[in-house]
């Protein structure tokens, strides 16, 4: 069984970082699509970023493009979201993905498999 645990998140000031953490285990991280995604109240969860399964490439969303990075570990089985320059309206709960190589260059949540609890992230004005 493929589990997807993310400590962290918490509170920040505007224009702070912060960085969340996702550890995978129970299958073979080093072949999965990474992805973050995070939903805010009342809205849609959204993609954020994903690496491919070597770490070779990244993609992110325009909305956090220059000012978030996503990285893995694969000896570790850890993906992160290095995030600077927070906005008040990156406020979410932040969720790591796991998908299949097909799911690379894909943006949409169900193109992904296995899913972490989600970690709170909240940025302050």
């Known amino acids: 069984q493929v589990q997807l645990v993310e400590p962290g998140g918490g509170l920040v000031q505007t224009g702070g970082s912060l960085r969340v953490s996702c550890e995978v285990s129970?299958?073979?991280?080093?072949?999965?699509?990474m992805g973050w995604f995070r939903q805010a109240p009342g809205k849609e969860r959204e993609f954020v970023a994903s690496i491919t399964w070597n770490g070779g490439n990244s993609n992110s969303a325009d909305s956090v493009k220059g000012r978030f990075t996503i990285s893995r570990d694969n000896a570790k089985n850890t993906v992160w979201l290095q995030m600077n320059s927070l906005k008040p309206e990156d406020t979410a709960v932040y969720y790591c993905?796991?998908?299949?190589?097909?799911?690379?260059?894909?943006?949409?949540?169900?193109?992904?498999?296995?899913w972490g609890q989600g970690t709170q992230v909240t940025v302050s004005s």
């Open positions: 129970g299958g073979t991280f080093s072949s999965y699509v």
């Open positions: 993905a796991a998908g299949t190589p097909r799911a690379w260059g894909r943006r949409r949540p169900n193109d992904y498999v296995y």
